[in-house]
T-cell receptor
Framework: GESVGLHLPTLSVQEGDNSIINCAYSNSASDYFIWYKQESGKGPQFIIDIRSNMDKRQGQRVTVLLNKTVKHLSLQIAATQPGDSAVYFCAENYQGAQKLVFGQGTRLTINP | GAGVSQSPSNKVTEKGKDVELRCDPI?????LYWYRQSLGQGLEFLIY????????KSGLPSDRFSAERTGGSVSTLTIQRTQQEDSAVYLC???????????FGPGTRLLVL
């Protein structure tokens, strides 16, 4: 069945460095992707999304890259800060589907 | 407030008791979702409402779980005869359209003793 997974369950980076969180998806029909951030004790928070007609989208300090050829999604966070420490989830949707499919999440830890 | 709200924020109950969890979606959002998240785990889909259509209950783990959405807005998730394995964070989300960006509430942390 369709699934969204992550290459790395945990990631530690030094404060100020850039981080990259990866996500693989298996449904080639997926056309909409979202990254969520979940801090401890809180609900997931929308970060950035991208549609399949794009391969890159930038936000404030974050960039999402989509490689449809290899069905790979990544989230880049520039100049990481302690507040970036959280679990990051990717999610996918394909046209006609009624709900998003979430990955298992990657825990990002920013070391001072 | 402009976001999704949930109540209570925390609930401690005894095994065998029934609990009701409430979700107030963002005003105007027609789609509403319930998820369960166990400690350190991902999101487990439970149920989905879209407008006046029949809900998608495919994720409910047992017949002890049910949910309703009154007037197309507020939703209540009910767990009957709670078990210890029901302990988790129950998250609600809403979206303006099916399959589009979901906005989450803070969750209800349920502990069954």
């Amino acid at each position: 069945g369709e699934s969204v997974g992550l290459h790395l369950p945990t990631l530690s980076v030094q404060e100020g460095d850039n981080s990259i969180i990866n996500c693989a998806y298996s449904n080639s029909a997926s056309d909409y992707f979202i990254w969520y951030k979940q801090e401890s004790g809180k609900g997931p928070q929308f970060i950035i999304d991208i549609r399949s007609n794009m391969d890159k989208r930038q936000g404030q300090r974050v960039t999402v890259l989509l490689n449809k050829t290899v069905k790979h999604l990544s989230l880049q966070i520039a100049a990481t800060q302690p507040g970036d420490s959280a679990v990051y989830f990717c999610a996918e949707n394909y046209q006609g589907a009624q709900k998003l499919v979430f990955g298992q999440g990657t825990r990002l830890t920013i070391n001072p | 407030g402009a976001g999704v709200s949930q109540s209570p924020s925390n609930k401690v109950t005894e095994k065998g008791k029934d609990v009701e969890l409430r979700c107030d979606p963002i005003s105007g959002h027609t789609a509403l979702y319930w998820y369960r998240q166990s400690l350190g785990q991902g999101l487990e889909f439970l149920i989905y409402f879209q407008g006046n259509s029949a809900p998608d209950k495919s994720g409910l783990p047992s017949d002890r779980f049910s949910a309703e959405r009154t007037g197309g807005s507020v939703s209540t998730l009910t767990i009957q005869r709670t078990q210890q394995e029901d302990s988790a964070v129950y998250l609600c989300a809403s979206s303006s359209q099916t399959g589009e960006t979901q906005y989450f509430g803070p969750g209800t942390r349920l502990l069954v003793l």
